[in-house]
């Protein structure tokens, strides 16, 4: 059974710092593309970050660049979003998905992250 779990969310004021971590089980998480979507309230979905199987490859949105580092642990079958600076506009719910022939096939319920004063 596959599962994707996050965790680490919360409410922080602007210019603070939260880290997301996605516990991963029931597929190959070390050969497996990984990412970060949001989606903020009445909006779409947004890409945020990917991550390949050994790490080296990473993309950021332009918004989050400096700002966001996406790593992974593959011994710990775990994902994370180290998030610093953060602004009232990243408010949103954060999913971590795994990147399957072009579609995100494996979601978790998500994580609320809210930057509010």
């Known amino acids: 059974q596959v599962q994707l779990a996050e965790s680490g969310g919360g409410l922080v004021q602007p210019g603070g710092s939260l880290r997301l971590s996605c516990a991963a089980s029931?597929?190959?998480?070390?050969?497996?593309?990984m990412f970060w979507v949001r989606q903020a309230p009445g909006k779409g979905l947004e890409w945020v970050s990917h991550?390949?199987?050994?790490?080296?490859?990473?993309g950021y949105r332009d918004s989050v660049k400096g700002r966001f580092t996406i790593s992974r642990d593959n011994a710990k079958n775990t994902l994370y979003l180290q998030m610093n600076s953060l602004k009232p506009e990243d408010t949103a719910l954060y999913y971590c998905?795994?990147?399957?022939?072009?579609?995100?096939?494996?979601w978790g319920q998500g994580t609320q992250v809210t930057v509010s004063s």
């Open positions: 029931g597929f190959t998480f070390s050969s497996s593309w």
């Open positions: 991550i390949n199987p050994g790490g080296g490859g990473i």
């Open positions: 998905a795994r990147g399957q022939g072009g579609t995100y096939d494996y």
